[in-house]
Structure formats: structure tokens, C-alpha cells
């Protein structure tokens, strides 16, 4: 019940396109969902986040959608560049646990 | 200077060294987290610190031993690995309060290597 699933495990896009990643959860206790980026040699980076209270959030090029009832949630990055080139991993936590989880990370491909 | 500066980069170490991972985070924080990532696999959470008081220890065997001595230090001291051991070690931090808390900020990792 703890488990974050996300998918797909890696996804080429074409520069201009947009790149979306998909998560799942069970725990409904979950009530907040950040989406980091990692670079190769880097530590993960906070992206963007949303809390359940809201169905989309926007920031730029990156949109998270958040499905509520289908307990789902999407990173969607428009008009997707070569340096959006990274791993992204979703993940969540409720108010009263101490540990992130973690999805296992989506590597993307931005072709030139 | 980053937030959260993890020192070294990289470790190669054999099965029966001792050594010892550094991190210290400049953000404030209360919280610090030592997290496992191996390749194809979520994070792994190994241990918290919350207050420089240990929280959190996710089954984590006994060859790794984390130390806090304030809000801004924290150490994984690592003796008599094993291969599968290796990975990039992350060390976090977020300021954690009784009504929210803030996300997550990562250090570069320390990329260890068990030979």
C-alpha cells in the first residue's frame, strides 16, 4: 500500500513534443505528490508539487494532473526540449509519516 | 555553495575498509535523510533524523551506522561492506514542523563502489 507505480520506465520524445509520465497510488493517507528531476551525476531536484485539493498545477513548460478518485497522478513537460534530458520520479507522503515514496523513475530521452 | 553538499564524490572502498560519508545542508532544516539508489529501483530510505534525534531505521543492516551531531552534520559510517552495497548515497534534508512539512533537498550523492 505503500508502493508508488510509474511509468513508463523510459520514453524518447522529439524536441517540441510532449513527454508525459504517469504515476499510481493506493494510500489514500497520501496528501502531497512532488515530481523531482535528476540529472546523470546529480541529486534528485524538486520540480514541481501538488496537493489533492487542486486537479492541475502549472509551471511553465511542466503541468502536473491529478486524478483524484482514480487515485493517479501525470507529469506533463510541453514542448519538451534536449535538456529537459533527465530521470523524473514522482512521489508522496502523507502529513504524518516521515518517509517519501518514491516511484522507480522514468528516464527521458529529448532527440534534438 | 549548495544547499546540501555531500562529501566525497566518489568512494571505492573494499570489503574490509572502514570509511565514512559526510553531509552537511546549509538550508536550516530540521531533518536530515540518508537515502540508497541503486540503479533500476526506487529510493530507498535508510535512515531519518528528526531534531538530531533518529526516527527512522528501515531495516538497515548493522554494517551501516549513521551519526547526527547537529542539525547540519550528518555522517553514514560504513564498515565491512558488501558488493551490493554499491550504489549512490543521498543525503537529504526538509524542515519538518507538527503541521507540514517542506520537500525534500538532495545533495549530489556519494557514489560508492564495493570491490
Known amino acids: 500500500q505503500q508502493q508508488v507505480k510509474q511509468s513508463p520506465q523510459s520514453l524518447i520524445v522529439q524536441k517540441g513534443g510532449i513527454s508525459i509520465i504517469n504515476c499510481a497510488y493506493e494510500?489514500?493517507?497520501?496528501?502531497?505528490f512532488p515530481w523531482y528531476q535528476q540529472f546523470p551525476g546529480k541529486g534528485p531536484a524538486l520540480l514541481i508539487a501538488?496537493?489533492?485539493?487542486?486537479s492541475e498545477k502549472k509551471e511553465g513548460r511542466f503541468t502536473i494532473s491529478f486524478n483524484k478518485s482514480a487515485k493517479q497522478f501525470s507529469l506533463h513537460i510541453m514542448d519538451s526540449q534536449p535538456g529537459d534530458s533527465a530521470t523524473y520520479f514522482c512521489?508522496?507522503?502523507?502529513?504524518?509519516?516521515?518517509?517519501?515514496?518514491f516511484g522507480p523513475g522514468t528516464r527521458l530521452s529529448v532527440l534534438p | 555553495e549548495t544547499g546540501v553538499t555531500q562529501t566525497p564524490r566518489h568512494l571505492v572502498m573494499g570489503m574490509t575498509n572502514k570509511k565514512s560519508l559526510k553531509c552537511e545542508q546549509h538550508?536550516?532544516?530540521?531533518?536530515m535523510y540518508w537515502y540508497k539508489q541503486s540503479a533500476k529501483k526506487p529510493l530507498e530510505l535508510m535512515f531519518v533524523?528528526?531534531?538530531?534525534?533518529?526516527?527512522e531505521n528501515n531495516s538497515v543492516p548493522s554494517r551501516f551506522s549513521p551519526e547526527c551531531p547537529n542539525s547540519s552534520h550528518l555522517f553514514l559510517h560504513l564498515h565491512t561492506l558488501q558488493p551490493e552495497d554499491s550504489a549512490l548515497y543521498l543525503c537529504?534534508?526538509?524542515?519538518?514542523?507538527?503541521?507540514?512539512?517542506?520537500?525534500?533537498?538532495f545533495g549530489n550523492g556519494t557514489r560508492l563502489t564495493v570491490t
Open positions: 537529504a534534508s526538509s524542515q519538518v514542523s507538527e503541521v507540514t512539512r517542506s520537500p525534500l533537498h
Open positions: 538550508l536550516g532544516h530540521n531533518a
Open positions: 512521489a508522496a507522503i502523507d502529513n504524518y509519516g516521515q518517509n517519501f515514496v
Open positions: 501538488i496537493r489533492p485539493d487542486v
Open positions: 494510500n489514500t493517507a497520501f496528501d502531497y
Open positions: 533524523y528528526n531534531f538530531k534525534e533518529q526516527t
